[in-house]
């Protein structure tokens, strides 16, 4: 089973491809970066970045990090934004969508709600089975997206 997890922000939108087969292993990561192409157009770019990204890994779950509480509404609206294209691209191609908030992830991949971002990072990194994770944190954050989303399905065929 393929698993994508997505991290939305406002400028970079990190992912993370897993493959859950027995055990999990790292597929494909990065960013869809849109901190250079001017605001009215950033969620045209994701939608497009987003749609072939789909297309070319054709993942069989697609998980989602849920909007979490923040004091910026303006980067609150941003995040929004950006969670609503990308629900609706996965949605348009009929992919199977699970939404999980910060703390759910950090508890089940890195074992504390609070862990952060280096410990979810060192998780990561441990239950891959690799060494680093190129990239910004969006790209570590995407992949524990991915991985709480393996964990989740785990669940569901116990």
């Keep these: 089973m393929k698993i ?7 400028t970079r939108i990190g992912y993370g491809l897993i493959e859950k087969n027995g055990g999990v292993r ?13 605001r009215d157009q ?33 980067t609150a609206m941003s995040v929004s934004e950006a969670r609503g294209v990308i629900t609706l691209t996965i949605q348009k191609l009929n992919i199977p969508l699970l939404e ?30 690799i060494e680093s994770i190129l990239g910004p944190d969006d790209v570590s954050d995407a992949l524990a997206v991915a991985l709480r989303g393996s964990f989740e399905h785990t669940l569901d065929c116990a």
């Design 26 to 38: 790292l597929i494909s990561s990065g960013l869809i970066d849109g901190g250079k192409v001017p």
């Design 100 to 129: 999980f908030t910060p703390s759910d992830i950090k508890a089940v991949v890195a074992g504390n709600g609070r862990a952060d971002k280096e410990e979810v990072k060192r998780a990561v990194c441990y239950t891959l089975g």
């Design 4 to 10: 994508l997890g997505i991290d939305p922000g406002t």
């Design 42 to 74: 950033r969620l045209v770019l994701l939608e497009g970045e987003l749609t072939k990204l789909l297309k070319r890994f054709r993942p069989d779950l697609v998980s989602l990090e849920k909007l979490f509480f923040t004091k910026n509404k303006r």
